[in-house]
């Protein structure tokens, strides 16, 4: 049987079994691809990772210096669509091959409909997601983009399980009464605050997209917008948006340095929502007006906690009135079940790595 990927990480001493479950936990808060999180973890090297893909595929790796100086023949060889879409660069071309680094390099039907659309033989070389990011950023401009999300009724999802099922995955740091949450099926009619297809949303969530997608859609039931960022490191990273206002352009590559004073520093040590009048925060956060140039009546600032650490943010922005007790309850209730899902993903990425 082939083994995957972190199987062969421990089996060859590049990392130990915890530094391997470590780096599973941030990519399912962080995202990207698990030699991504090792690297910025510090935990393996960028060659170390690409020599056990290569290994492990039987396909050659390109180096860093594959990405210096492509030349414009060989960039333009292959349509924008193509590279956006499937998160490729071409790094060589020699008559009627072109050599193409790709993260992963075993998507046989990428490798197809990329040679018939240029009508060229593909040569596939496994690179990082690093390397490609940047690259696709440094020679054709293009950025990581964010999902936005317009303010409507969750999508339909699966019937949840027993909720027996799911205490099989749990583990001594979830909280009993936040999964049984999850499980719960009512049938009584929805109201603004009733969290019936918030729990049915959560329980089918496969990624972090799909927490953060959910997510955002409760808590339009209250706020007029909703913008959502990873706060990783000292830097809250632009993720996911909803509302009436489109995010700035580009926010999924929106950056900023987090600092002690600002929203972002408040709520990472406090671990709790806050509230403040737009004019206030506005005044204290200039960078705000990246989201609107003018101020909202109220911001709610909505942590998500994952054991005992602030990973992410919720901004809201209410328009034309202040929320009242019972909403900010609510609030804090999905944060903590959208924590509640990402444990459950991380549980689930751990199961299939063994």
Same mark, same amino acid.
């Given at each position: 049987?082939?083994?995957?990927?972190?199987?062969?990480?421990?089996?060859?001493?590049?990392?130990?079994?915890?530094?391997?479950?470590? @780096? #599973?936990?941030?990519?399912?808060?962080?995202?990207?691809?698990?030699? $991504?999180?090792?690297?910025?973890?510090? *935990?393996?090297?960028?060659? *170390?990772?690409?020599?056990?893909?290569?290994?492990?595929?039987?396909?050659?790796?390109?180096?860093?210096?594959?990405?210096?100086?492509?030349?414009?023949? $060989?960039?333009? !060889? =292959?349509?924008?669509?193509?590279?956006?879409?499937?998160? %490729?660069?071409?790094?060589?071309?020699?008559?009627?091959? =072109?050599?193409?680094?790709?993260?992963?390099?075993?998507?046989?039907?990428?490798?197809?409909?990329?040679?018939?659309?240029?009508?060229?033989?593909?040569?596939?070389?496994? @690179?990082?997601?690093?390397?490609?990011?940047?690259?696709?950023?440094?020679?054709?401009?293009?950025?990581?983009?964010?999902?936005?999300?317009?303010?409507?009724? #969750?999508?339909?999802?699966?019937?949840?399980?027993?909720?027996?099922?799911?205490?099989?995955?749990?583990?001594?740091?979830?909280?009993?009464?936040?999964?049984?949450?999850? *499980?719960?099926?009512?049938?009584?009619?929805?109201?603004?605050?009733?969290?019936?297809? =918030?729990?049915?949303?959560?329980?089918?969530?496969q990624n972090?997209?799909?927490?953060?997608?959910?997510?955002?859609? *409760?808590?339009?039931?209250?706020?007029?917008?909703?913008?959502?960022?990873?706060?990783?490191?000292?830097?809250?990273?632009?993720w996911m948006?909803?509302? !009436?206002?489109?995010?700035?352009?580009?926010?999924?590559?929106?950056?900023?340095?987090?600092?002690?004073?600002?929203?972002?520093?408040? =709520?990472?040590?406090?671990?709790?929502?806050?509230?403040?009048?737009?004019?206030?925060?506005?005044? @204290?956060?200039?960078?705000?007006?990246?989201?609107?140039?003018?101020?909202?009546?109220?911001?709610? @600032?909505?942590?998500?906690?994952?054991?005992?650490?602030?990973?992410?943010?919720?901004?809201?922005?209410?328009?034309?009135?202040?929320?009242?007790?019972?909403? %900010?309850?609510?609030?804090v209730r999905?944060?903590?079940?959208?924590?509640?899902?990402?444990?459950?993903?991380?549980?689930?990425?751990?199961?299939?790595?063994?």
């Amino acid at each position: 049987m082939k083994k995957n990927f972190g199987t062969l990480l421990v089996d060859r001493n590049l990392v130990s079994e915890k530094v391997l479950s470590e @780096a #599973l936990q941030r990519q399912i808060i962080f995202g990207g691809r698990l030699g $991504t999180n090792l690297i910025e973890m510090g *935990a393996v090297s960028e060659e *170390a990772v690409l020599k056990l893909l290569s290994s492990q595929h039987g396909i050659p790796y390109a180096t860093a210096e594959h990405f210096d100086h492509i030349p414009q023949a $060989t960039l333009n !060889s =292959i349509p924008n669509d193509l590279l956006e879409k499937f998160r %490729i660069i071409p790094i060589k071309m020699e008559k009627n091959t =072109i050599t193409l680094a790709m993260e992963d390099p075993t998507r046989l039907d990428v490798v197809d409909e990329v040679g018939f659309q240029v009508d060229k033989v593909i040569k596939p070389v496994v @690179a990082s997601e690093l390397r490609i990011t940047y690259a696709l950023e440094h020679y054709y401009g293009i950025r990581r983009k964010a999902r936005f999300i317009q303010a409507g009724p #969750l999508p339909s999802s699966p019937p949840a399980p027993d909720a027996a099922e799911l205490v099989e995955l749990r583990e001594e740091d979830l909280a009993p009464e936040e999964i049984q949450e999850l *499980a719960e099926i009512h049938i009584e009619p929805l109201n603004p605050l009733d969290v019936t297809e =918030i729990n049915k949303a959560l329980w089918a969530v496969q990624n972090r997209d799909d927490v953060a997608q959910a997510l955002i859609r *409760a808590c339009l039931r209250v706020m007029d917008d909703a913008f959502m960022f990873i706060l990783k490191g000292d830097s809250a990273l632009g993720w996911m948006a909803g509302g !009436s206002l489109a995010p700035p352009a580009h926010f999924g590559a929106w950056q900023r340095t987090i600092e002690p004073g600002d929203v972002f520093g408040v =709520i990472r040590e406090a671990r709790a929502v806050q509230r403040d009048a737009g004019q206030a925060l506005y005044a @204290a956060n200039p960078w705000l007006d990246d989201f609107s140039v003018k101020a909202p009546n109220e911001i709610i @600032a909505c942590p998500l906690v994952l054991r005992k650490h602030t990973v992410s943010a919720v901004l809201g922005f209410c328009w034309d009135r202040n929320l009242d007790d019972e909403e %900010i309850e609510f609030l804090v209730r999905i944060m903590k079940k959208a924590s509640v899902a990402l444990e459950v993903l991380i549980l689930k990425s751990r199961i299939l790595m063994l």
